[in-house]
C-alpha cells in the first residue's frame, strides 16, 4: 500500500453464507474435476488460456486488453474485484511485475487462488494476497490502487452504483479501473452518471463482438454435457450452471459485450468540468446493463 494512503474504513466484514454458497459449491466442485476446464477450452479453442483457467469471458485477447488498458508500472498495486480462483490477477501480476490484491465472495475461490500464488509468482509468491470481501464494501485504503480489474463480477453486485463508487475510492488519482460489462445491443449505455458519481471518467470502451458467440458456445456444451456435469460436480453445482444457461442462451443475440476503461481523475481544479461534460442532462439514471446479466464465476 502506500504510505500516503488514508486508513482503511475497517476490514471488510465476511459476505453472509447465503450470497456465497452457491460461488463456493462450484469452485469446490470444479476443483474435483477439470470437466468444467476443458468444456470452457472446447468453446473458446486457441483463444482459451489454460494457465488461467477462470470461469469467465477471460481469453487471451481480453488478457492482453487488460494488461495494455491498465497501463501499470512495476511495483505498483493491482486490484482484482470479484478475483474468483484468482487467475486473473495472478497472470497480470506477474506479466506487469505489480504487486496484487484480490477480493471475491467465496471463501473457497479465495483459498484456492492463495494456493496458486506459487505457480505464477514463485518465491514473489507474497506479493499476492487474497481476502473475502464484497464489492460494495472492499475494506481497502482510500487511493491505494493503481488499478483494478473487475472481469465478469461486476453484474453480481447488490448495489452497482454503490459498488462503483467504492471501487472508485480505492483508486489512487489517475489509476485506471478496467471492468467488463453487458448490455442489450443498440441500447445508449446509461453508465454516465454512475461513472462521474464515483469520480471516474470513461477512457475507453472496447468492443467484444466474439464474447455472446463464445457464452453461446459455453451454454451449449453445459447443456450437452448436462449428465456428466451433474455426475462429476454433484446435483447442486450442475443445476445452477444448466438454469444459467438455459436462462441466458434466449438473450444472447441480443448482447452487446464491452471492456470499460474508467479513470480516476486527477486531483486538479479543472476535474470537475470533465464530469459535467460527461454527465449530461440527456442521459438516463443507471448503468445500462443488459437485463439477466450474469456472471458466470
Known amino acids: 500500500m502506500n504510505a500516503t494512503t488514508t486508513a482503511p474504513p475497517g476490514p471488510a466484514p465476511a459476505p453472509s453464507g447465503g450470497r456465497s454458497a452457491q460461488y463456493d459449491a462450484f469452485h469446490a466442485a470444479r476443483a474435483r474435476t477439470d470437466l468444467v476446464a476443458r468444456l470452457y477450452a472446447e468453446a473458446m479453442g486457441e483463444d482459451y488460456p489454460a494457465e488461467v483457467a477462470a470461469s469467465s469471458s477471460c481469453d487471451w485477447p481480453l488478457l492482453g486488453l487488460l494488461a495494455a488498458r491498465l497501463r501499470m508500472r512495476p511495483g505498483q498495486l493491482l486490484v482484482d474485484a470479484g478475483c474468483g480462483a484468482g487467475g486473473i490477477g495472478l497472470w497480470l501480476a506477474r506479466a506487469l ?21 506459487a505457480h505464477f509468482l514463485g518465491q514473489a509468491a507474497d506479493r499476492a494476497v487474497f481476502r473475502v470481501a464484497e464489492l460494495e464494501n472492499t475494506g481497502l485504503p482510500d487511493g491505494c490502487a493503481h488499478g483494478i480489474v473487475c472481469v465478469d463480477a461486476f453484474g453480481r453486485a447488490a448495489d452497482r452504483g454503490a459498488a462503483l463508487r467504492e471501487l472508485g475510492r480505492v483508486l489512487t488519482p489517475g489509476g485506471r479501473l478496467v471492468v467488463t460489462r453487458a448490455l442489450r445491443r443498440g441500447a445508449d449505455p446509461a453508465w ?35 449428465d456428466q456435469l451433474r455426475h462429476e460436480l454433484g446435483e447442486a453445482p450442475a443445476e445452477n450452471m444448466l438454469r444459467e444457461a438455459h436462462q ?5 443475440r441480443g448482447r452487446r459485450a464491452v ?32 437485463p439477466g446479466e450474469r456472471t458466470p464465476q
Open 192 to 226: 454516465h452518471k454512475a461513472v462521474a458519481a464515483a469520480g471516474l471518467t470513461q477512457e475507453h470502451v472496447d468492443e467484444r463482438p466474439g464474447e455472446p458467440a463464445m457464452w453461446e458456445r459455453v451454454y451449449r456444451l453445459w447443456v450437452a454435457h448436462a
Open 97 to 117: 511485475a505489480v504487486r496484487l490484491d484480490g477480493f471475491d465472495l467465496s471463501p473457497v475461490a479465495i483459498a484456492q487462488a492463495t494456493g496458486r500464488r
Open 248 to 252: 441466458m442462451l434466449p438473450a444472447l
Open 259 to 290: 471492456l470499460l476503461t474508467l479513470r480516476r481523475l486527477p486531483e486538479d481544479p479543472a476535474a470537475p468540468a470533465a464530469v459535467d461534460r460527461m454527465a449530461g442532462p440527456d442521459h438516463q439514471t443507471g448503468d445500462g446493463h443488459a
